[in-house]
């Protein structure tokens, strides 16, 4: 708990001064995104590139 404390207070340190609490949420919650894809992935719950490429072709409009 306590790195995770300290990330976020260097997370936080790094921002402009300008930031604002919404700013600092939307980083929040994309590092909170990104964290859990990680661990998903470490935990071999991920699709292989050649899958997620076949999905969204079928997205394309050209």
């Known amino acids: 708990m306590a790195e995770a404390k300290q990330q976020v207070i260097e997370m936080i340190q790094n921002l402009p001064e300008n930031v604002t609490v919404d700013d600092i949420m939307a980083k929040l919650y994309f590092k909170l995104q990104v964290d859990a894809g990680l ?3 470490d935990e071999g719950k991920g699709i292989a590139h050649e ?11 050209l």
């Open 51 to 61: 899958e997620v490429e076949k999905r969204l072709s079928r997205w394309r409009v």
């Open 39 to 41: 661990k998903e992935l």
